[in-house]
C-alpha cells in the first residue's frame, strides 16, 4: 500500500517563509541551557542485548516522549515490487548516524521482504565498506554514473551479501564531482535521471549523502520523494538543521515540490538527563515528525559496520536491531514504503 501522508503547510516563525510537513520553531534551535554534566547512567551494551523474545521495543505504552505508541506491526509481505520511495538521509552535520540508519533501515527492510537500493553519495564510501562492497577496486561507481548518460545504470549495481539489498558503490572518484557538476547541463537533476530506469525495480531507494549542502545533496533531495533527518542526542544537535530546512525548502519550491520531511530520526542516545532535554528540544523543533523509535547509543553498531553487516542481521536480537526494525515499520506503517 503505497500513499502519501498529509502535507499541511506550517509558516516559519519570523521570516515568512513556508515549508510543508513540519512545526518548525527557530527558537527551539538555540538550546540555551541544557545540563552538559548530567548524570551518565546508561545501561551496558550486556544489558541492551537481551532477547526479550518479541519486537517491543521499551515494553511500555509511550515513546520516550510520552506519546501514545504501540510497536507497529510487522509489515505484510509484498506480492508485487516497485516503484521505489527514494529516500534522502541527510544532514550536513558529520557523524549523526547518516550512514549506520541507511545501512540498517535497508536491513531490516530487505528482511521485511523490501527490495531496497542504498545509493552511496559519500566519495568516503562508509555505506558500500559496511555492506562488505570495496568499492575502491571498482571502476562503476555511482561517479561513472552520474557522468556518463549512455551508461546502463545495472553496471553500476552491485548485489551485497544479503538478500533485498542492492547497492550502487562510491569512492573517492566522487570527490570530484561538486566540482565538475557545476558546468553539467541540469545539475541538480543528474542522481534522478540516473534513478529513473530502476525505479520500479525496487521499493526503497535510499540515498546516503555526505556530511555537506552541496550539489549532490541538492541531487540527492531532488531525486528524493522525502527527507530522514537523522540528529544525535547531544548538544549541539539542532544547530546547521535550520540551514538543512532552509535548503529543503529551496529544493522544494524550486525543483521538486513533491519533496517531503519523512521524519527526524534520533540517533546515539543514551538514558540520561541531557538527552532527554535534548530529544524534548528536538521534539519542540519537529513536533510529530520525530520518529517514536529513538536510536540508542550502542557499540554493538560500529561493531556491525566492522562486521559488514546491518545488525539486524549480526545481532538480530540485540536491542539496537529491534530499534532499527521499529523505525522500518514506521515507515511501512505510515505508507512511507509499501
Ligand atoms: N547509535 C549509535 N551508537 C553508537 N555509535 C554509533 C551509533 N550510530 C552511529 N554510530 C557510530 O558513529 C560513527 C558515525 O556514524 P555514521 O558514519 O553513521 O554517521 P554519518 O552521519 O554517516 O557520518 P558522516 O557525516 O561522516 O557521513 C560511526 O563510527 C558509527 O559506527
Ligand atoms: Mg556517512
Redesign the pocket.
Known amino acids: 500500500m503505497q500513499g502519501t501522508h498529509d502535507a499541511s503547510s506550517v509558516n516559519l516563525t519570523g521570516e515568512g517563509a513556508m515549508i510543508r510537513n513540519v512545526k518548525f520553531q527557530q527558537d527551539a534551535f538555540d538550546m540555551p541551557d541544557l545540563d552538559e554534566t548530567a548524570p551518565q547512567d546508561a545501561p551496558s551494551d550486556e544489558q541492551e542485548d537481551i532477547d526479550d523474545g518479541d519486537d517491543t521495543v521499551n515494553g511500555m505504552p509511550t515513546d520516550l516522549l510520552g506519546r501514545e505508541y504501540e510497536t507497529f506491526p510487522a509489515p505484510q509481505p509484498l506480492h508485487q515490487h516497485g516503484p521505489a520511495r527514494v529516500i534522502a538521509m541527510c544532514?550536513q552535520?558529520?557523524?549523526?548516524?547518516?550512514?549506520?540508519?541507511s545501512i540498517n533501515i535497508a536491513g531490516a527492510l530487505s528482511q521485511y521482504g523490501r527490495r531496497v537500493l542504498i545509493v552511496d553519495f559519500?566519495p568516503?564510501g562508509?555505506a558500500s565498506v559496511g555492506l562488505g562492497i570495496n568499492a575502491n577496486n571498482i571502476d562503476n561507481t555511482i561517479y561513472t554514473a552520474l557522468f556518463n548518460p549512455r551508461m546502463d545504470v545495472h553496471e553500476v549495481i552491485q548485489h551485497t551479501e544479503f538478500e533485498n539489498l542492492d547497492i550502487i558503490p562510491a569512492n573517492i572518484d566522487l570527490s570530484a564531482a561538486e566540482v565538475q557538476l557545476v558546468t553539467e547541463v541540469g545539475r541538480e537533476q543528474i542522481l534522478a535521471s540516473v534513478l529513473r530506469p530502476i525505479i520500479n525495480e525496487y521499493d526503497v531507494i535510499i540515498v546516503?549523502c555526505?556530511?555537506s549542502l552541496g550539489l549532490l545533496t541538492v541531487n540527492a533531495l531532488t531525486a528524493a520523494d522525502g527527507v530522514i533527518i537523522?540528529v544525535a542526542a547531544e548538544f549541539f544537535a539542532l544547530r546547521g538543521v535550520a540551514l538543512l530546512m532552509q535548503s529543503i525548502e529551496k529544493v522544494q519550491s524550486r525543483i521538486n515540490p513533491g519533496l517531503e520531511i519523512y521524519g527526524v530520526l534520533v540517533?546515539?542516545?543514551t538514558r540520561t538527563l541531557h538527552c532527554e532535554e535534548v530529544l524534548q528540544r528536538i521534539y519542540e523543533a519537529f513536533q510529530d515528525k520525530v520518529f517514536h523509535t529513538v536510536?540508542?547509543?550502542?557499540?554493538k553498531?560500529?561493531d556491525s559496520?566492522v562486521a559488514a553487516a546491518p545488525i539486524t542481521i549480526f545481532a538480530p536480537n540485540h536491542k539496537?536491531s529491534k530499534e532499527y526494525r521499529e523505525v522500518a515499520r514506521e515507515l511501512v506503517a505510515r505508507g512511507v514504503i509499501a
Do not use: E, F, H
Not at 295 to 299: P, Q, T, V
Open positions: 544532514n552535520k558529520g557523524g549523526v548516524g547518516k550512514t549506520t540508519s559519500d568516503q562508509a546516503d555526505q556530511p537523522p540517533t546515539m542516545y536510536i540508542s547509543r550502542s557499540i553498531l560500529p559496520t539496537t
